[in-house]
């Protein structure tokens, strides 16, 4: 097995438990959350109760498409809870995977080998890649388990596109940390920028939709890019190839700092 092997299954195995816990407690939830359904969709009334909640509220959580399986799951789970449940895993993740290992000295020790820096960024990039999609695996299977034992009735391609949205968010904003960590040497840092960018960007969309002035800014978001039109059965929308394209461009861009600086002594 090469060292550069050794890098990246070393990484992903440094994941395994953060995601048996992360993935244990997605399935909990999205199993308590398909479990009100049934309730839901049995309630007299819900069109007119729906119809009593402010108009933002109606807006933001396309609270007019509760009365369907797919809207309830969008607005309890796809809309928001869940995109930041990734963000959050994604970018704790990326701030440790380089940044972490310098602050605690484990990182210089891989550098003095034949790796080079470049190499070594782009399998910390790699598996953390890999995590977010395995978490994404196990959304994908539980919400369709869920959806067959609570008749929810969502089918697999529409609950692989709500699945797609979350987890290319959780990997831009991963990325982002994994990039500033790999740039700076900080882990504070790469948590700061990358939370406080995935908090402006969810504000943007969510003000966008109320407020006529940010509506044209809004599509730059990575959550209306990700999250606009669905995320539950939305397809495909060519959206999604802006956050694979941000993805790239922040990784890309840390590459020559991070070559640059000297932590072979970290």
Request: proline fraction near 5%; hydrophobic fraction near 55%.
């Amino acid at each position: 097995m090469t060292v550069l092997r050794n890098v990246f299954t070393k990484a992903l195995r440094d994941q395994r438990w953060a995601l048996l816990g992360w993935g244990t407690g997605l399935v909990l939830l999205v199993l308590a959350e398909s479990s009100v359904w049934p309730t839901i969709r049995d309630m007299p009334d819900l069109d007119r109760l729906l119809e009593g909640y402010p108009r933002a509220l109606e807006e933001l959580f396309d609270l007019s498409a509760m009365t369907t399986a797919t809207g309830f799951m969008n607005a309890e789970l796809f809309t928001l809870v869940l995109p930041m449940l990734f963000i959050i895993f994604g970018v704790t993740r990326g701030a440790r995977m380089v940044a972490g290992e310098e602050e605690a000295g484990t990182l210089g020790p891989l550098l003095v080998t034949r790796l080079s820096p470049r190499s070594l960024l782009l399998q910390k990039a790699a598996a953390l890649v890999v995590a977010v999609v395995a978490l994404g695996l196990v959304l994908l299977s539980s919400t369709w388990a869920s959806s067959t034992f609570f008749d929810l009735g969502l089918s697999v391609p529409d609950i692989a596109s709500g699945t797609l949205a979350v987890v290319l968010l959780g990997t831009e904003f991963g990325l982002l940390a994994l990039a500033v960590g790999a740039a700076s040497g900080r882990r504070a840092l790469a948590l700061g920028v990358a939370g406080s960018l995935a908090l402006a960007s969810y504000l943007l969309y969510a003000l966008g939709l109320l407020v006529d002035a940010l509506e044209p800014w809004r599509m730059i978001s990575p959550f209306a890019q990700a999250l606009s039109q669905g995320p539950l059965g939305a397809g495909v929308p060519p959206s999604f190839a802006w956050l694979l394209l941000g993805a790239a461009v922040v990784v890309a861009a840390s590459l020559p700092v991070f070559t640059r600086r000297d932590v072979r002594g970290a």
